[in-house]
Protein backbone atom coordinates (compact mmCIF):
# COMPACT_ATOMS: atom_id res chain seq x y z
CA UNK A 1 0.00 0.00 0.00
CA UNK A 2 1.70 2.93 -1.18
CA UNK A 3 1.43 5.58 1.88
CA UNK A 4 -0.07 9.32 1.09
CA UNK A 5 3.16 11.07 1.46
CA UNK A 6 4.75 9.00 -1.35
CA UNK A 7 2.00 9.86 -3.17
CA UNK A 8 2.36 13.72 -2.77
CA UNK A 9 6.28 12.94 -3.48
CA UNK A 10 5.03 11.25 -6.43
CA UNK A 11 2.54 14.31 -7.63
CA UNK A 12 5.12 16.54 -7.11
CA UNK A 13 8.07 15.17 -9.24
CA UNK A 14 5.79 14.24 -11.96
CA UNK A 15 4.46 18.34 -11.91
CA UNK A 16 8.35 18.94 -11.85
CA UNK A 17 9.26 16.95 -15.12
CA UNK A 18 6.19 18.41 -17.22
CA UNK A 19 7.33 21.60 -16.29
CA UNK A 20 11.31 21.05 -16.91
CA UNK A 21 10.23 19.51 -20.39
CA UNK A 22 7.85 22.21 -21.12
CA UNK A 23 10.93 25.04 -20.38
CA UNK A 24 13.19 23.06 -22.53
CA UNK A 25 11.18 22.86 -25.50
CA UNK A 26 10.15 26.44 -25.41
CA UNK A 27 13.98 27.09 -25.39
CA UNK A 28 14.50 24.37 -28.07
CA UNK A 29 12.16 26.83 -30.27
CA UNK A 30 13.58 30.20 -29.67
CA UNK A 31 17.20 28.62 -30.71
CA UNK A 32 15.66 27.25 -33.54
CA UNK A 33 13.88 31.24 -34.21
CA UNK A 34 17.28 33.09 -33.30
CA UNK A 35 19.39 30.68 -35.79
CA UNK A 36 16.78 30.74 -38.79
CA UNK A 37 17.18 34.44 -38.18
CA UNK A 38 20.50 34.87 -38.41
CA UNK A 39 20.59 32.53 -41.86
CA UNK A 40 18.08 34.96 -43.43
CA UNK A 41 19.73 38.03 -42.60
CA UNK A 42 23.27 37.32 -42.78
CA UNK A 43 25.40 36.60 -45.73
CA UNK A 44 27.49 33.14 -46.18
CA UNK A 45 30.41 33.74 -44.15
CA UNK A 46 33.46 32.30 -44.98
CA UNK A 47 35.70 30.93 -41.91
CA UNK A 48 38.72 31.60 -43.04
CA UNK A 49 41.47 34.29 -42.51
CA UNK A 50 39.59 37.49 -41.77
CA UNK A 51 37.14 37.90 -44.29
CA UNK A 52 36.21 41.06 -45.57
CA UNK A 53 32.74 42.49 -45.73
CA UNK A 54 30.19 40.87 -47.85
CA UNK A 55 30.93 41.50 -51.74
CA UNK A 56 28.47 40.79 -54.89
CA UNK A 57 30.66 37.85 -57.12
CA UNK A 58 29.19 36.09 -59.64
CA UNK A 59 29.10 32.08 -60.15
CA UNK A 60 29.04 30.83 -63.61
CA UNK A 61 26.48 27.54 -63.51
CA UNK A 62 26.19 25.05 -66.32
CA UNK A 63 23.54 23.97 -67.65
CA UNK A 64 23.73 20.04 -69.07
CA UNK A 65 20.33 20.62 -71.24
CA UNK A 66 21.79 23.41 -73.73
CA UNK A 67 25.47 23.93 -72.95
CA UNK A 68 25.41 27.23 -71.64
CA UNK A 69 27.11 29.27 -68.46
CA UNK A 70 24.26 31.15 -66.50
CA UNK A 71 25.62 34.00 -64.20
CA UNK A 72 24.36 33.52 -60.54
CA UNK A 73 25.21 36.50 -58.42
CA UNK A 74 26.00 36.00 -54.67
CA UNK A 75 26.57 37.65 -51.70
CA UNK A 76 30.28 36.42 -50.32
CA UNK A 77 32.55 37.09 -47.27
CA UNK A 78 35.58 36.58 -49.08
CA UNK A 79 38.81 35.93 -47.16
CA UNK A 80 41.27 39.03 -47.62
CA UNK A 81 44.15 36.52 -49.24
CA UNK A 82 43.98 36.39 -52.74
CA UNK A 83 44.47 32.47 -52.99
CA UNK A 84 41.58 31.72 -50.44
CA UNK A 85 39.36 34.42 -52.41
CA UNK A 86 39.96 31.94 -55.45
CA UNK A 87 39.38 28.63 -53.66
CA UNK A 88 35.90 29.90 -51.85
CA UNK A 89 34.85 30.92 -54.98
CA UNK A 90 35.39 27.85 -56.47
CA UNK A 91 34.23 26.13 -53.89
CA UNK A 92 30.60 28.01 -53.63
CA UNK A 93 30.78 27.08 -57.37
CA UNK A 94 30.91 23.53 -56.76
CA UNK A 95 28.43 23.66 -54.04
CA UNK A 96 25.82 24.78 -56.38
CA UNK A 97 26.64 21.85 -58.78
CA UNK A 98 25.23 19.59 -55.44
CA UNK A 99 22.08 21.70 -55.04
CA UNK A 100 19.18 20.33 -55.29
CA UNK A 101 17.90 21.22 -58.56
CA UNK A 102 21.21 21.71 -60.23
CA UNK A 103 21.54 21.68 -64.48
CA UNK A 104 24.90 20.26 -63.68
CA UNK A 105 24.40 17.96 -60.86
CA UNK A 106 27.58 16.61 -58.83
CA UNK A 107 27.55 15.48 -55.65
CA UNK A 108 31.14 16.57 -54.24
CA UNK A 109 31.67 17.61 -50.72
CA UNK A 110 34.67 19.16 -51.19
CA UNK A 111 36.20 19.83 -54.51
CA UNK A 112 38.93 22.25 -54.70
CA UNK A 113 42.38 21.28 -53.06
CA UNK A 114 43.93 25.04 -53.49
CA UNK A 115 44.47 27.89 -56.10
CA UNK A 116 48.01 28.83 -56.50
CA UNK A 117 48.66 32.06 -59.04
CA UNK A 118 51.80 32.56 -61.48
CA UNK A 119 52.33 35.69 -63.44
CA UNK A 120 51.92 34.97 -67.33
CA UNK A 121 55.24 34.49 -69.16
CA UNK A 122 55.44 37.66 -71.12
CA UNK A 123 57.29 38.02 -74.60
CA UNK A 124 61.36 38.91 -74.12
CA UNK A 125 61.58 43.09 -73.63
CA UNK A 126 57.75 43.25 -72.88
CA UNK A 127 56.91 44.68 -69.52
CA UNK A 128 54.64 42.49 -67.36
CA UNK A 129 51.05 43.30 -68.22
CA UNK A 130 49.51 41.64 -64.28
CA UNK A 131 47.93 38.78 -66.39
CA UNK A 132 48.15 35.82 -64.23
CA UNK A 133 47.61 31.92 -64.30
CA UNK A 134 45.23 30.26 -61.75
CA UNK A 135 46.82 26.92 -60.98
CA UNK A 136 43.68 24.94 -59.72
CA UNK A 137 44.07 22.02 -57.75
CA UNK A 138 40.87 19.73 -57.73
CA UNK A 139 40.39 17.42 -55.15
CA UNK A 140 40.28 13.31 -56.44
CA UNK A 141 36.75 13.43 -55.01
CA UNK A 142 35.86 15.51 -57.70
CA UNK A 143 37.32 14.48 -60.64
CA UNK A 144 35.81 10.95 -59.24
CA UNK A 145 32.31 12.46 -58.74
CA UNK A 146 32.49 14.23 -62.28
CA UNK A 147 30.24 12.74 -64.77
CA UNK A 148 31.88 11.26 -67.68
CA UNK A 149 31.26 13.13 -71.23
CA UNK A 150 33.07 15.79 -72.99
CA UNK A 151 30.13 18.50 -72.08
CA UNK A 152 29.83 17.95 -68.51
CA UNK A 153 33.44 17.81 -68.09
CA UNK A 154 34.01 20.53 -70.56
CA UNK A 155 31.46 22.81 -68.68
CA UNK A 156 33.12 22.03 -65.71
CA UNK A 157 35.98 23.65 -66.61
CA UNK A 158 34.37 26.33 -68.10
CA UNK A 159 32.38 27.41 -65.46
CA UNK A 160 35.18 27.42 -63.64
CA UNK A 161 37.31 29.31 -65.44
CA UNK A 162 35.02 32.07 -66.23
CA UNK A 163 33.79 32.22 -62.38
CA UNK A 164 37.35 32.93 -61.90
CA UNK A 165 38.28 35.77 -64.44
CA UNK A 166 34.99 37.19 -63.78
CA UNK A 167 35.66 38.03 -59.81
CA UNK A 168 39.72 37.99 -60.56
CA UNK A 169 39.93 39.55 -63.81
CA UNK A 170 44.06 39.57 -64.12
CA UNK A 171 43.50 35.47 -64.13
CA UNK A 172 43.60 35.23 -68.09
CA UNK A 173 45.30 31.14 -67.99
CA UNK A 174 44.03 28.39 -66.17
CA UNK A 175 45.82 25.29 -65.63
CA UNK A 176 44.28 22.43 -63.84
CA UNK A 177 45.63 19.31 -61.50
CA UNK A 178 43.90 16.91 -59.48
CA UNK A 179 45.67 15.93 -56.37
CA UNK A 180 48.73 18.04 -56.81
CA UNK A 181 49.47 15.58 -59.96
CA UNK A 182 49.06 16.41 -64.00
CA UNK A 183 46.07 14.12 -65.30
CA UNK A 184 45.54 13.41 -69.09
CA UNK A 185 41.74 13.77 -68.33
CA UNK A 186 39.16 15.32 -66.28
CA UNK A 187 36.85 12.33 -66.44
CA UNK A 188 37.81 10.38 -69.93
CA UNK A 189 37.42 13.24 -71.93
CA UNK A 190 38.29 16.96 -71.44
CA UNK A 191 41.80 17.76 -71.71
CA UNK A 192 43.97 18.33 -68.51
CA UNK A 193 47.49 18.65 -70.20
CA UNK A 194 46.89 21.92 -71.37
CA UNK A 195 46.86 25.20 -70.29
CA UNK A 196 43.10 27.41 -70.73
CA UNK A 197 42.67 30.69 -71.99
CA UNK A 198 40.35 32.42 -69.32
CA UNK A 199 38.13 33.55 -72.43
CA UNK A 200 37.82 30.33 -73.92
CA UNK A 201 35.05 30.08 -71.12
CA UNK A 202 32.26 32.37 -73.23
CA UNK A 203 28.80 32.17 -71.46
CA UNK A 204 27.17 33.63 -73.73
CA UNK A 205 24.59 30.76 -75.15
CA UNK A 206 25.41 29.15 -78.65
CA UNK A 207 22.86 29.05 -80.99
CA UNK A 208 21.40 26.01 -82.74
CA UNK A 209 19.41 25.26 -85.59
CA UNK A 210 18.01 22.20 -83.69
CA UNK A 211 14.77 22.08 -82.03
CA UNK A 212 14.63 21.79 -78.44
CA UNK B 1 61.21 18.36 -80.33
CA UNK B 2 57.55 19.02 -81.84
CA UNK B 3 56.26 16.07 -83.96
CA UNK B 4 55.38 17.02 -87.36
CA UNK B 5 52.56 15.71 -89.45
CA UNK B 6 53.01 15.21 -93.32
CA UNK B 7 49.80 16.57 -94.74
CA UNK B 8 50.83 16.68 -98.14
CA UNK B 9 53.00 13.57 -98.96
CA UNK B 10 50.73 12.79 -102.58
CA UNK B 11 52.74 16.27 -103.84
CA UNK B 12 55.90 14.33 -103.78
CA UNK B 13 54.91 12.28 -106.31
CA UNK B 14 53.36 14.29 -109.09
CA UNK B 15 56.59 16.60 -109.88
CA UNK B 16 55.04 20.19 -111.52
CA UNK B 17 55.51 20.94 -115.10
CA UNK B 18 59.36 23.31 -115.66
CA UNK B 19 56.58 26.19 -117.26
CA UNK B 20 53.97 26.17 -114.40
CA UNK B 21 54.06 27.45 -111.22
CA UNK B 22 53.89 24.89 -108.48
CA UNK B 23 50.69 23.76 -107.27
CA UNK B 24 49.11 23.87 -104.21
CA UNK B 25 49.54 21.60 -101.41
CA UNK B 26 46.74 19.07 -101.81
CA UNK B 27 45.83 18.17 -98.43
CA UNK B 28 43.01 15.26 -99.13
CA UNK B 29 43.17 12.49 -101.63
CA UNK B 30 40.46 13.13 -103.82
CA UNK B 31 38.03 10.66 -103.15
CA UNK B 32 35.43 10.77 -100.52
CA UNK B 33 36.95 9.29 -97.32
CA UNK B 34 35.00 9.45 -94.43
CA UNK B 35 37.21 8.23 -90.66
CA UNK B 36 34.70 7.05 -87.88
CA UNK B 37 36.40 6.44 -84.52
CA UNK B 38 34.92 4.74 -82.03
CA UNK B 39 36.20 6.31 -78.69
CA UNK B 40 37.25 4.33 -75.90
CA UNK B 41 37.65 0.59 -76.18
CA UNK B 42 39.60 -2.78 -73.82
CA UNK B 43 39.81 -1.43 -71.11
CA UNK B 44 39.31 2.16 -71.29
CA UNK B 45 35.57 2.19 -70.47
CA UNK B 46 34.06 5.75 -71.07
CA UNK B 47 31.46 7.04 -69.29
CA UNK B 48 29.36 4.16 -67.81
CA UNK B 49 25.95 5.12 -69.40
CA UNK B 50 22.06 3.93 -68.43
CA UNK B 51 22.34 0.53 -66.42
CA UNK B 52 25.41 -1.44 -67.07
CA UNK B 53 26.12 0.21 -70.69
CA UNK B 54 28.89 1.28 -71.20
CA UNK B 55 30.29 4.36 -74.02
CA UNK B 56 32.73 2.08 -75.34
CA UNK B 57 30.04 -0.33 -76.73
CA UNK B 58 27.67 2.39 -77.56
CA UNK B 59 30.26 3.73 -79.72
CA UNK B 60 30.83 0.99 -81.32
CA UNK B 61 27.70 0.14 -82.03
CA UNK B 62 27.00 4.01 -83.49
CA UNK B 63 30.40 3.62 -85.83
CA UNK B 64 29.18 0.37 -87.26
CA UNK B 65 26.01 1.17 -87.65
CA UNK B 66 27.00 4.65 -89.55
CA UNK B 67 29.91 3.01 -91.20
CA UNK B 68 27.14 0.37 -92.71
CA UNK B 69 25.23 2.83 -93.83
CA UNK B 70 27.78 5.26 -95.54
CA UNK B 71 28.90 2.01 -97.46
CA UNK B 72 25.80 1.95 -99.08
CA UNK B 73 25.66 5.16 -99.95
CA UNK B 74 28.77 4.46 -101.95
CA UNK B 75 31.19 6.30 -99.37
CA UNK B 76 34.48 4.79 -98.59
CA UNK B 77 34.67 4.71 -94.78
CA UNK B 78 37.73 3.93 -92.70
CA UNK B 79 37.58 3.02 -89.04
CA UNK B 80 39.93 2.93 -86.13
CA UNK B 81 38.37 0.27 -84.20
CA UNK B 82 35.68 -2.53 -85.37
CA UNK B 83 36.11 -4.63 -82.04
CA UNK B 84 36.87 -4.16 -78.62
CA UNK B 85 40.10 -3.00 -78.91
CA UNK B 86 42.38 -0.40 -76.86
CA UNK B 87 43.83 2.11 -78.87
CA UNK B 88 45.62 5.26 -78.02
CA UNK B 89 44.63 8.46 -78.93
CA UNK B 90 48.04 8.39 -81.26
CA UNK B 91 47.10 5.84 -82.84
CA UNK B 92 44.34 6.49 -83.71
CA UNK B 93 45.34 10.08 -85.18
CA UNK B 94 47.56 8.11 -87.32
CA UNK B 95 44.72 6.20 -88.71
CA UNK B 96 43.03 8.98 -89.83
CA UNK B 97 45.60 11.16 -91.26
CA UNK B 98 46.90 8.09 -93.23
CA UNK B 99 43.53 7.77 -94.63
CA UNK B 100 43.88 11.53 -96.11
CA UNK B 101 40.17 11.29 -95.12
CA UNK B 102 37.46 14.39 -95.91
CA UNK B 103 35.96 13.90 -93.06
CA UNK B 104 36.83 12.52 -89.32
CA UNK B 105 34.10 11.64 -87.02
CA UNK B 106 34.64 11.12 -83.46
CA UNK B 107 32.33 9.18 -81.75
CA UNK B 108 30.93 9.26 -77.76
CA UNK B 109 28.25 9.39 -75.80
CA UNK B 110 27.13 10.38 -72.35
CA UNK B 111 24.57 10.46 -69.45
CA UNK B 112 23.80 13.90 -69.06
CA UNK B 113 22.73 16.49 -71.70
CA UNK B 114 20.28 16.21 -74.33
CA UNK B 115 20.38 15.06 -77.89
CA UNK B 116 23.94 15.25 -79.44
CA UNK B 117 26.53 17.31 -78.63
CA UNK B 118 28.76 18.51 -81.21
CA UNK B 119 32.40 19.26 -80.71
CA UNK B 120 35.37 20.91 -82.88
CA UNK B 121 38.82 21.73 -81.61
CA UNK B 122 39.58 24.48 -79.49
CA UNK B 123 42.78 25.53 -81.05
CA UNK B 124 42.61 28.78 -83.22
CA UNK B 125 42.41 28.11 -87.32
CA UNK B 126 45.95 28.40 -88.87
CA UNK B 127 47.32 27.96 -92.06
CA UNK B 128 47.48 24.74 -93.20
CA UNK B 129 51.66 24.56 -93.66
CA UNK B 130 53.32 20.98 -95.25
CA UNK B 131 54.08 19.65 -91.83
CA UNK B 132 51.99 20.39 -89.22
CA UNK B 133 52.87 20.44 -85.76
CA UNK B 134 51.54 17.30 -84.28
CA UNK B 135 49.99 18.90 -80.86
CA UNK B 136 48.30 21.86 -83.02
CA UNK B 137 47.86 19.77 -86.52
CA UNK B 138 43.83 20.31 -86.65
CA UNK B 139 44.04 24.23 -86.50
CA UNK B 140 45.01 24.37 -90.48
CA UNK B 141 41.23 22.51 -90.37
CA UNK B 142 39.32 24.06 -88.20
CA UNK B 143 37.22 26.35 -90.64
CA UNK B 144 36.21 23.18 -92.41
CA UNK B 145 35.31 21.44 -89.31
CA UNK B 146 33.34 24.27 -88.70
CA UNK B 147 31.34 23.56 -91.57
CA UNK B 148 31.05 20.55 -91.25
CA UNK B 149 29.63 20.68 -87.86
CA UNK B 150 26.93 23.12 -89.70
CA UNK B 151 26.19 20.21 -91.36
CA UNK B 152 25.74 17.70 -88.96
CA UNK B 153 23.59 20.03 -86.61
CA UNK B 154 21.63 21.02 -89.70
CA UNK B 155 20.69 17.19 -90.75
CA UNK B 156 20.13 16.60 -86.94
CA UNK B 157 17.73 19.80 -86.68
CA UNK B 158 16.00 18.09 -89.53
CA UNK B 159 15.42 15.12 -87.78
CA UNK B 160 13.87 17.13 -85.10
CA UNK B 161 17.11 15.92 -82.46
CA UNK B 162 18.37 18.72 -79.88
CA UNK B 163 22.23 19.77 -80.92
CA UNK B 164 24.28 21.62 -78.72
CA UNK B 165 27.53 23.29 -80.23
CA UNK B 166 30.99 23.65 -78.60
CA UNK B 167 34.31 23.59 -79.41
CA UNK B 168 37.00 22.14 -76.48
CA UNK B 169 40.19 20.28 -75.95
CA UNK B 170 39.78 16.43 -76.10
CA UNK B 171 41.89 13.79 -77.74
CA UNK B 172 42.57 13.07 -80.40
CA UNK B 173 41.51 15.55 -82.32
CA UNK B 174 43.71 18.18 -82.20
CA UNK B 175 46.23 15.59 -84.06
CA UNK B 176 44.03 15.13 -86.95
CA UNK B 177 44.66 16.36 -90.40
CA UNK B 178 41.06 16.23 -91.53
CA UNK B 179 38.01 18.23 -90.83
CA UNK B 180 37.26 16.76 -87.64
CA UNK B 181 33.65 16.79 -85.34
CA UNK B 182 33.04 14.92 -81.86
CA UNK B 183 29.81 13.49 -82.38
CA UNK B 184 28.42 12.79 -78.65
CA UNK B 185 25.09 11.38 -78.41
CA UNK B 186 22.83 12.05 -74.94
CA UNK B 187 19.67 10.76 -74.08
CA UNK B 188 17.05 12.77 -75.43
CA UNK B 189 15.62 14.49 -72.68
CA UNK B 190 11.59 14.52 -73.47
CA UNK B 191 10.53 18.24 -73.94
CA UNK B 192 7.23 20.04 -75.84
CA UNK B 193 8.28 18.60 -79.31
CA UNK B 194 10.64 15.68 -78.57
CA UNK B 195 9.66 12.37 -76.86
CA UNK B 196 12.15 11.41 -74.55
CA UNK B 197 14.28 8.48 -75.60
CA UNK B 198 17.11 6.36 -73.64
CA UNK B 199 20.68 5.95 -75.55
CA UNK B 200 20.21 2.41 -76.00
CA UNK B 201 16.84 2.72 -78.12
CA UNK B 202 17.71 1.51 -81.53
CA UNK B 203 15.43 3.76 -82.93
CA UNK B 204 17.05 6.88 -81.73
CA UNK B 205 19.98 5.40 -82.65
CA UNK B 206 18.82 5.21 -86.56
CA UNK B 207 17.77 8.47 -86.03
CA UNK B 208 20.90 9.67 -85.39
CA UNK B 209 23.03 7.44 -87.73
CA UNK B 210 20.90 8.43 -90.49
CA UNK B 211 20.90 12.23 -89.73
CA UNK B 212 25.10 11.48 -89.76
CA UNK B 213 24.73 9.74 -92.62
CA UNK B 214 22.72 12.51 -94.71
CA UNK B 215 25.42 14.87 -93.38
CA UNK B 216 27.82 13.35 -94.75
CA UNK B 217 26.11 12.53 -98.18
CA UNK B 218 25.80 16.46 -98.21
CA UNK B 219 29.37 17.07 -96.93
CA UNK B 220 30.63 14.96 -99.94
CA UNK B 221 28.97 17.85 -102.51
CA UNK B 222 30.66 20.63 -100.16
CA UNK B 223 34.36 19.25 -98.53
CA UNK B 224 36.55 20.91 -101.77
CA UNK B 225 34.74 24.20 -101.24
Not at chain 1, 71 to 99: H, I, M, Y
Request: glycine fraction near 6%; aromatic fraction near 4%; hydrophobic fraction near 45%.
Amino acid sequence: MISRANKILFSVLLLACVIMAAVLIRLRNRAQDRLQAEATVAPESIAEGTASAPTQVTLYVPNDLDGTLTAVPRSLALPADRNAQARVLLEKLVEAFGAPGSTHAMSVVSGINEVYFLPVAQAAGQTSSGAQEAVVDLSGALAAAQPSGIEPETLTLLAMMATLHANLPAVTEVHFLVDGQPKDTLAGHADLTRTYLASEANPEPVESGAAQ
Amino acid sequence: MALLVAAGSACAQTAPLPALPAPPVQPVQAKFTVVLDAAHGGSDLGARLQGDVLEKDITLTLAMRLGTVLRGQGIDVVTTRTSDANLTPEKRADTANAALSAACVVIHATATGSGVHLYTSALNPAARQALQPWATAQAAYVTQSLKLEAEIDTALAHAQIPVTLGRASVAPMDNMTCPTVAVEVAPLVGGHVTEGREITDGGYQKSVVDALAAALESWRNDWKQ
